[in-house]
């Protein structure tokens, strides 16, 4: 259990720090990851960035500060990272609506994000199937999106990116998976980055593992010599993202692995399916 145990005392740094400068390097090393895996995981577990979520905190309690009638709104702009008023009174408004002198009054409606903490849920028992798996580089020759995460939602939507390849061209896609194992269409998800605005980008990939070359037509992702966590997953796509979170919340922490720098997939065939997570032994 050290994964959440580390998370949450990434938690308690984030907290005793909300009013300073917070090193995000110090919370990643906190949760015995580096500060990119750090960013995801905690991105997957909880739904938003982690520049979003200290952004909330900071204006949870920029509100209760504000009650003091004698501290100055420039002073509680500066104490939460703000370089000036403008600009912290906008992010006030955004998150509670109002602006900053009208959440002096008492009877203001104002809103509070607390603080987030990790435990780990048995649930069931439900089983899942997986195995470990150290595959040789490999090429993914598909449809390339740069997708933005705000608030959870990404831009453009999954089901947009999907319904924007024609029929002909998922065909022509998934004829050109040419392993032994014929794995179909794959989902890439990789190079995700977070912005100081709470915000989060990353490269997704729609096509093939293929060893046959491509025409300008498609982008190709070459992935490098890797140890793989594959997952079997029956289902729709919500039973998918479910599984998705299971490894997350319930394996990932109860197991002798951690997360190592590479992309996820999703490899899917006929309501069949297999996550693959880049992973990598504890030390």
């Not at 899942?128 to 595959?135: C, G, T």
């Not at 037509?217 to 992935?223: F, G």
């Given at each position: 259990m050290d994964m959440l145990k580390g998370m949450n005392d990434s938690l308690s740094y984030i907290e005793d720090n909300l009013d300073s400068h917070i090193d995000l390097e110090e919370v990643a090393k906190r949760a015995y990851c580096s500060e990119h895996h750090?960013?995801?995981?905690f991105s997957l577990l909880s739904g938003i960035t982690i520049s979003e979520y200290i952004r909330r905190r900071r204006l949870t309690l920029a509100a209760l500060d504000l009650k003091d009638q004698h501290v100055k709104v420039i002073d509680i702009a500066i104490k939460y990272g703000y370089q000036s008023p403008d600009a912290f009174s906008r992010a006030f408004q955004g998150f509670h609506g109002v602006i900053?002198?009208?959440?002096?009054?008492p009877e203001q409606n104002l809103k509070a994000y607390p603080r987030m903490s990790f435990q780990l849920t048995i649930q069931g028992g439900v089983e899942?199937?997986?195995?470990?798996?150290?595959?040789e580089p490999f090429q993914v020759v598909g449809v390339k999106y740069s997708v933005e995460m705000a608030d959870g939602e990404l831009s453009p939507a999954y089901e947009d990116m999907i319904t924007a390849i024609s029929d002909s061209k998922m065909n022509?896609?998934?004829s050109m998976s040419d392993t032994e194992e014929r794995y179909g269409i794959v989902h890439v998800s990789v190079n995700y980055n977070e912005s100081a605005e709470g915000k989060a980008t990353f490269d997704q990939y729609i096509g093939a593992i293929t060893t046959k070359?491509?025409?300008d037509?498609?982008?190709?992702?070459?992935?490098p010599s890797l140890l793989w966590a594959i997952f079997e997953v029956d289902g729709d796509w919500q039973q998918i993202e479910e599984h998705w979170q299971r490894i997350y919340s319930e394996w990932l922490p109860s197991s002798s692995y951690e997360l190592a720098e590479g992309p996820e997939m999703l490899a899917s065939k006929d309501r069949?399916?297999?996550?693959?997570?880049?992973v990598k032994k504890k030390d």
């Open positions: 750090f960013k995801r995981l900053p002198s009208l959440a002096r009054n899942m199937n997986y195995r470990i798996v150290e595959k022509e896609l998934e070359e491509v025409t037509a498609y982008s190709t992702l070459e992935i069949k399916s297999e996550i693959w997570i880049s």
